[in-house]
């Protein structure tokens, strides 16, 4: 029987569909590996491949220098059809000599709502006068450095207003990034330094000089003895700010240190005996919803009104029946994102029961990204259930996985694989997205997991219409973007 095709088209949509609460990078992620799911799909037939060809190439990556932005634009004259379909571009190498051919390629592509331009793209006057001339409002660049500092003083106040830069990492070598504020450049994410002086600043209070325009998020750097008494000003000079994240590069977190939020979860830990179970390796607050446009719910210089913790990342050094992750439920019961490490395989393992585990997950009634690190090794197994049992020391079969699982999640590697390894690999991959999706089963409201589980790094995106991602070994930069999820 023959479908409407609008039904077909809203199944296809369903099957990308993404909360729209999630972090901008793990959007960026998923329709890098949407095509997991609709390959097959759109193999069933013409109609259906017709209508995932919209979401099929949604998303362009270019990385070669050599002809493959020309290719990209040949195929756009060939399929105006394909051109139409790109929404997002990402471009990681560019010579000043394509400029002609980047020019065409943003003509053709009349659907194009973001461009991102990598750290291999330097951007010169010639690239900014194409940008401008074009309809991409969202121009996303990795870095500072791709930066032009030779055009500064042809920029107007809003010669840069398309173009966001995604983060920085303030030194004090990057400081004259904020001659490009002037001209209209805007920044999403903003990473301080433990010290202050190594920004030659007496305290992070000089910040309130600065307006850093589309400032979503901040990340802190906590040393032993934290000055905080600027941050509720510099929250309400920026209104956009949705997320701080405070990490520590310490292992143990002092209970006498005055970081807002988190002391009541450190003193409960104490009391509770529970103190030496965890390393606390960061967390994260957010505005409540609803709070983010409107003056009065704005933190003042003495309070945090409207803010709560959203995130929080810690590492397991021995598991406690759950009696952990009880306790973090009844200190931040709202949290949207958690990240449970356990010990790097190569430390003494504590190895967790996965019933337990799932078990003080569901009391969580707000969460929508679990990332686990290093966990999955570490799980046990009831034998007589129908779970998934994988140790590493112990490497076995997994043959009803690939009942359930005929297809992995598109791992792939750049170094060479023995056939043995290899299988282990996807065995291990089918496993992963087999208790993310338990988890998701018990969870309702969990979506996506971030995965480190060497060799095997990515994002699995869970919904009812099933499972999207993609686990394998990643770049360092691509870890990096993982790594800023955690919290």
């Known amino acids: 029987m023959m479908l409407p095709e609008e039904i077909l088209h809203s199944i296809v949509e369903y099957s990308v569909s993404y909360p729209p609460t999630t972090q901008p990078q793990l959007l960026e992620l998923h329709w890098k590996h949407t095509r997991t799911t609709l390959v097959p799909l759109s193999l069933a037939s013409s109609q259906l491949r017709r209508i995932c060809m919209p979401f099929l190439f949604a998303y362009v990556e270019v990385r070669g220098a050599h002809g493959e932005l020309e290719k990209l634009r040949d195929r756009c004259n060939e399929n105006k059809f394909f051109a139409l379909s790109i929404r997002t571009f990402d471009y990681f190498c560019y010579s000043p000599r394509q400029i002609d051919v980047l020019h065409d390629l943003l003509l053709q592509c009349t659907n194009l709502s973001q461009l991102i331009l990598n750290e291999g793209v330097y951007i010169d006057k010639p690239l900014l006068n194409a940008i401008s001339q074009h309809h991409v409002n969202n121009v996303v660049v990795a870095s500072w450095k791709s930066l032009s500092s030779k055009c500064l003083d042809q920029l107007g106040p809003s010669s840069l207003s398309q173009i966001t830069l995604n983060s920085i990492r303030l030194r004090s070598q990057t400081t004259d990034f904020v001659n490009y504020l ?153 949290i949207s994102v958690l990240t449970v490490e356990a010990p790097t395989p190569n430390s003494n393992r504590t190895y967790m029961d996965s019933e337990q585990f799932i078990n003080a997950l569901q009391q969580f009634r707000s969460l929508r990204t679990v990332n686990l690190v290093y966990m999955f090794r570490g799980l046990t197994f009831d034998s007589n259930s129908d779970d998934l049992t994988y140790k590493a020391d112990t490497p076995h079969m997994l043959s009803n996985v690939h009942r359930r699982y005929p297809g992995h999640l598109g791992l792939r590697s750049t170094i060479s694989y023995t056939t043995e390894a290899k299988q282990a690999d996807i065995e291990l991959e089918a496993a992963l997205v087999r208790f993310a999706s338990r988890i998701a089963q018990r969870v309702p409201t969990v979506g996506n997991f971030i995965i480190q589980e060497p060799p095997l790094r990515g994002l699995i995106h869970v919904n009812e219409g099933g499972t999207s991602g993609s686990l394998r070994p990643l770049m360092q930069f691509e870890m990096s973007q993982l790594v800023s999820l955690y919290v």
């Open 182 to 334: 002037h001209s209209g450049m805007q920044i999403r994410c903003l990473t301080l330094p433990i010290s202050p002086n190594e920004l030659n600043m007496t305290n992070y209070s000089s910040l309130n000089n600065f307006k850093f325009s589309g400032l979503r998020e901040l990340e802190l750097w906590l040393n032993v003895a934290p000055d905080l008494s600027w941050l509720s000003d510099f929250i309400d000079a920026h209104p956009l700010l949705e997320r701080v994240r405070f990490s520590s590069v310490l292992v143990e977190w002092n209970a006498s240190r005055d970081v807002p939020f988190i002391l009541p979860f450190v003193d409960a830990l104490v009391d509770e005996g529970l103190f030496d179970s965890l390393q606390l390796k960061g967390f994260s607050i957010s505005r409540t919803p609803g709070t983010s446009n409107t003056a009065d719910s704005l933190p003042s210089s003495k309070s945090y009104h409207g803010w709560n913790v959203a995130g929080l990342w810690f590492c397991f050094t021995k598991w406690s029946s759950g009696r952990l992750l009880h306790l973090v439920h009844s200190i931040f019961p709202d």
